[in-house]
């Protein structure tokens, strides 16, 4: 059976039609932008922290206003050591009952989420596959986070780690050992897969190819890279662009990803991208970028919303009821495209 049927008959879910078990809504296409709202995975070197000082979730009626504009899908990230103070324990009761009223707040505005593990493939600094670490325990934790939530309706998709940079080797493994984690309950969702070297979709194609031996039994995933136009693509954009700035420079860095995708008949989507608003020729660059990964179809969740970044440049948060720069070409990609299926195909 083609795997797009199997996806339907199965119920997976917003790939060719959404299911919702509280909403019931449907739609016949996906949404190509939304926003990663971050925060609660905020001042890693205070753990667990304190909820409102070292960390925040969404304030009561913080999805409806973002809803009013148009955005039904959200990376939200997490910290696994809030959720779990110690590896193999159950989930923490504070920082997982704040998890369920962010997530019953989005299903309340008809918001799916991405469940991201903000983790860089660490716990308390050591890498995953390390004796401190031991691949085990995120079996562990993968498995706990999808029997918590996986009947959950705002639940849209589960972001196994983000960014796992420096354990190239230990990736692949590590990366097996979370889907079986999460399909011991959830076998309908969408899994986000990313690279190492920080995901970079410039490049992806060096580092991803041991990717391609995962096996996940739903047959659901979905490749997430990052991308960022500033010199070093750190996403810091510590310098304007210069005179010889490229408007095409998003464009040439995503078409190492969405070439790789095309070449092993891959699924793609762009997890974090982000440019200041102070400089209209990083809006024309991402204008451009956000033309080209529509007409491949592969969806983009922009870095960054979230109440408390205060002047952090590449906020999309409006700031005293006023939107910023980079909302205007977000917001120009809101429902187009007409994709049924996550690209580039």
Known sequence: MHKVAKRLLAGLGCLMVVCWSGAQ????SIELVGLNVAGAEFTGNQLP??????YFFPPKGYFAEWRKKGITMVRFPLKWERLQASLNAELDPVYSGLVDKMLDQAAENDIRIILDVHNYARYRGKVIGTAETPISAYHDLMSRIAERWHKHPALYAYDIMNEPYGADDKWPPT???GIDGIRKHD????????????SSAARWPRYADALLELEDPADNIIFSAHLYIDSDASGSYKAAPGDDFDPMVGVKRAEPFIGWLKQHGKRGHIGEFGVPGDDPRWL????KLLAHL???CIPITYWAAGPSWGKYRLSVEPRKGVDQPQWAVLEKYLGQ????????G
């Not at 922290?49 to 070292?54: A, Q, V, W």
């Not at 024309?284 to 204008?287: E, T």
């Not at 495209?337 to 580039?344: A, H, R, T």
């Open 25 to 28: 809504a449907q739609e016949s």
């Open 49 to 54: 922290g304190k909820h409102g000082t070292h």
């Open 175 to 177: 990366a097996q050992a």
């Open 187 to 198: 076998m309908q969702r969408p899994l986000l897969i990313e690279g190492t070297s920080w």
């Open 284 to 287: 024309d660059a991402m204008d």
């Open 294 to 296: 529509q007409d491949n």
């Open 337 to 344: 495209g007409n994709c049924s299926e996550y690209g580039p």
